[in-house]
């Protein structure tokens, strides 16, 4: 595995390189909510996003950088309210031509760890049901399928189905 990489928490001060990122990377993959150059948020907005996500207490957005690049980026979105403060929302993105080198699982204990921290006890997810690298990445890690969201996504002009999947800690 190439470990010339590096994982830290996001800062605002990364907007740029995050939609840099986002836009790049939803061209590599069908599997994310953005495609190409579809990511459209202004860096002020993400810049707020990445702030609010720091000062939380059961947010967090991590990225995986080499030569000052991201390479990767997983993000907990926890929830507000006291009933469900308990959860959090798991996304997760690596480039393409750092898929299975083990950045994906590496970032995955990494929130588990501060998950664990934030009391958060349980994490869900979506993922498209043709995206088997991240089905077997989620139950290599622990996660057990929930149920199928149906018509999930729209994606080059078809519906896509996705197995709705949680981790409890």
Known sequence: MNNT??????????AEKMISYLNQVGGESDSLIHGENEFTVPVEGVKRKLAMSKD?????????????????RAELDGYYA?????????????????????IGTEMLKRLFEQAKKMNIRIIELEVITDNAGAIALYH??????IG?????????GMFKDAVVMQKIL
């Open 82 to 102: 006291a009933r469900i403060r308990h959860r959090a929302k798991l996304s997760i993105s690596v480039r393409k031509k750092y898929w299975n080198q083990g």
């Open 140 to 145: 290599k890690m622990g996660f057990i399928d």
């Open 56 to 72: 939380s207490e059961n947010s967090i957005v991590l990225i995986a950088l080499e030569n000052e690049q991201i390479i990767a």
């Open 148 to 156: 199928i969201y149906k018509k999930y996504f729209y994606v080059n």
């Open 5 to 14: 990489y590096i994982i830290r928490e996001a800062v605002s001060d990364d």
